[in-house]
């Protein structure tokens, strides 16, 4: 797979790497606060899974995530006009619910590493991971209804409609671990709740913001959707493919926990040879070996799952940019979404 560095630079605009810390502070110095404002159990597990701090408490420099959705919001707002401060509460908010979905994602997926380091319930526990994703949640709900502006109503209805669409994607997706029928147009659909409502989220409500009309925030909203379903394709690929140094996740690990990624069932339907050997494989109880993982990896991109996940990625990155030229944003504001979306599509991790 290729990958493409953060340090790309967009024309006429910063590079992905400087946006994603520009983002990163932006939205940390409104994310601390609030979080200071959960009860003292909830906000440890939080800090931790944030990499603020380590299990005990002290302070950690093990990094969160990308902040990748905080930026689509602020650059939202740009793109039609606004200040990215005025985005930066939806921003928060889209980033505390991404992070109650991973919260509660590493539990049903028995996933114990994350970020290079043990999960959050791998560390406290089940129960408790569990809670403080709910307050992380309830937490985002707050922070979004903070002030007095006319369109928070609004907002709050996008929100909340997202975060719905989350789940349901989310529970497509459970749903599909004990199915053995589950075709290509499923799993899209079950991708485009579980991480493309919530990306398209962001930069609607980053539009909304920072003042823009009903059109461009449709039409941003629709970027990021898109955006967000490539995402989860790319992810996928990772997920069988990416390098554990970088990914911070184990080799195969999809793989081993039997996951129906999207290349897995594009394989698994493909009629072909390699993909009724692969059905054996998947199919079949008890744990798979490390050999067995390779030869699984192995029958998926033969079966051309691997190729056709990587297709579908590029014609929504190209369907996505679409979008954003009709939004009609400003050059530089145009540059650097852009440079974010060829990261997301290309990524290493």
């Not at 609004?154 to 997706?173: C, H, K, M, N």
């Not at 195969?252 to 692969?278: F, N, Q, W, Y």
């Amino acid at each position: 797979m290729t990958t493409v560095e953060t340090t790309g630079t967009a024309k006429d605009g910063r590079s992905a790497s400087e946006v994603l810390a520009w983002s990163r502070d932006l939205v940390e110095a409104t994310l601390r606060p609030a979080a200071d404002t959960l009860p003292a159990s909830m906000r440890h597990i939080a800090g931790y899974h944030f990499g603020w701090w380590d299990e005990q408490g002290r302070p950690s420099g093990a990094g969160g995530g990308k902040a990748l959705r905080p930026a689509l919001a602020l650059l939202s707002a740009e793109a039609v006009g606004g200040d990215a401060s005025s985005a930066l509460r939806p921003a928060a908010a889209v980033e505390l619910a991404h992070d109650f979905s991973l919260l509660h994602d590493d539990v049903m997926d028995g996933d114990r590493t994350r970020r290079h380091r043990p999960t959050a319930w791998a560390v406290f526990g089940v129960s408790p991971a569990i809670l403080a994703g709910d307050a992380l949640l309830t937490l985002a709900f707050d922070v979004l209804a903070t002030g007095d502006r006319p369109i928070t109503a609004e907002a709050t209805r996008i929100f909340s409609a997202a975060v719905q669409e989350l789940l349901d994607g989310q529970s497509a997706d459970v749903a599909f671990e004990e199915r053995r029928d589950v075709g290509p147009a499923e799993c899209l659909s079950m991708a485009a709740g579980k991480t493309g409502a919530l990306l398209g989220c962001a930069c609607a409500l980053g539009a909304l913001f920072g003042g823009g009309g009903p059109e461009q925030v449709g039409h941003l909203g629709a970027f990021g959707r898109d955006l967000g379903l490539a995402f989860q394709l790319v992810d996928d690929l990772l997920g069988i493919w990416g390098d554990p140094e970088v990914t911070g996740k184990p080799v195969h690990s999809d793989l081993r926990s039997r996951k129906k990624s999207i290349p897995v069932v594009a394989a698994l339907t493909s009629g072909t040879t390699a993909g009724g050997e692969l059905a054996g494989l998947y199919h079949r109880e008890g744990e798979l070996s490390d050999s067995e993982l390779v030869r699984a990896a192995a029958l998926v991109e033969d079966a051309g799952g691997r190729a056709w996940t990587r297709l579908e990625a590029d014609e929504l990155l190209a369907r996505a940019l679409r979008h954003l030229d009709a939004a009609g944003a400003p050059s530089r504001a145009t540059a650097e979404l852009t440079t974010l979306a060829r990261l997301v599509t290309h990524r290493d991790h």
